[in-house]
């Protein structure tokens, strides 16, 4: 077993993989402990694969794992994970905008008695949309978790091993790993780096991630509260329209009683108040089911 594992997805960086292997060697050669460097390369298509086996060939400390395409950032950080042999486990990004001088700080913090230790970086250097996309999903999930945390999807981290037993890596769920540890009752906390200007390749972040992450907090918010009570949003849901349907309905049947039993069965209310009641009961059901598939999985 080794001390530190770091693991480095990549997606088309060719260009920063040979500095980025030289910073890291630079560091974690100073700090007299058992390492190596998974590279992760997540279907790239410039050519950073060969360039990542020259540099293991060169370095035995190097390790390279090819997914067959590109999986995305979660997928290539579960792989790395799988085969990481580090008491320690490490994730940075490979467009160097991060400098592995600062892993220091992040491993003192661990000493601290943190389990994981997230960056943040005050002065960034990422276009308009995803700043703002950043700010408001970061404040929306620090308000209904109550972590207080800069910037949850900062590539770089340190955390102990043992809490990937409680890390499920479905797609695009990787920006959220600390509010995960977190839940599990885990002590998370972070420390401020530097965030140097992207010198090779563009970002990999468009409209399309944009997109994506207003259903992400829905995600996360749903399995951070409900993955092992599904009832409570469902059925909680279904009572609320139950009851206005309920009262709607109530309110025409007294209105009949008191208007001589004149007819209401044309009344846009009365169908607004049958149909909220029909998928009340529905919501209700679907919580059910999840009830059952998550006991299901308990056991």
């Not at 997230?118 to 996309?133: E, M």
Request: hydrophobic content about 40%.
């Amino acid at each position: 077993m080794l001390d530190l594992s770091v693991i480095v997805p990549i997606y088309n960086e060719k260009e920063s993989i040979s500095r980025l292997g030289e910073e890291l060697t630079q560091t974690l050669s100073r700090l007299n402990l058992a390492y190596e460097v998974i590279f992760v390369d997540d279907g790239s298509r410039d050519g950073s694969n060969g360039a990542i086996k020259e540099l293991a060939q060169k370095d035995s400390h190097f390790r390279s794992i090819t997914l067959r395409k590109n999986f995305g950032k979660a997928r290539a950080l579960a792989s790395g994970f799988k085969e990481a042999h580090g008491e320690i486990i490490s994730t940075i990004d490979a467009d160097l905008q991060f400098d592995p001088k600062e892993l220091p700080k992040f491993l003192d913090k661990l000493k601290e008695g943190y389990d994981l230790v997230n960056g943040y970086s005050i002065k960034r250097h990422n276009p308009f949309p995803k700043r703002l996309s950043s700010k408001i999903v970061n404040w929306t999930l620090a308000f209904f978790s109550r972590i207080k945390l800069h910037d949850l999807n900062c590539g770089f981290k340190v955390f102990r091993r043992e809490v990937l037993q409680d890390i499920s890596l479905s797609p695009g769920m990787h920006r959220y790993i600390p509010l995960f540890v977190h839940a599990a009752g885990y002590k998370v906390t972070e420390v401020k780096v530097g965030l140097r200007p992207r010198r090779f390749g563009s970002s990999k972040y468009g409209l399309k991630k944009f997109y994506h992450g207003f259903f992400d907090i829905l995600s996360v918010l749903f399995l951070l509260y409900f993955r092992k009570k599904p009832l409570y949003l469902f059925g909680g849901i279904g009572v609320t329209f139950i009851l206005a349907g309920i009262a709607i309905c109530l309110n025409l049947t007294i209105s009949w009683f008191n208007a001589g039993r004149q007819g209401i069965s044309d009344r846009p209310l009365l169908f607004l108040g049958v149909l909220l009641i029909i998928v009340g009961t529905q919501f209700i059901s679907t919580g059910l089911l999840g009830e059952m598939i998550a006991s299901r999985r308990e056991t």
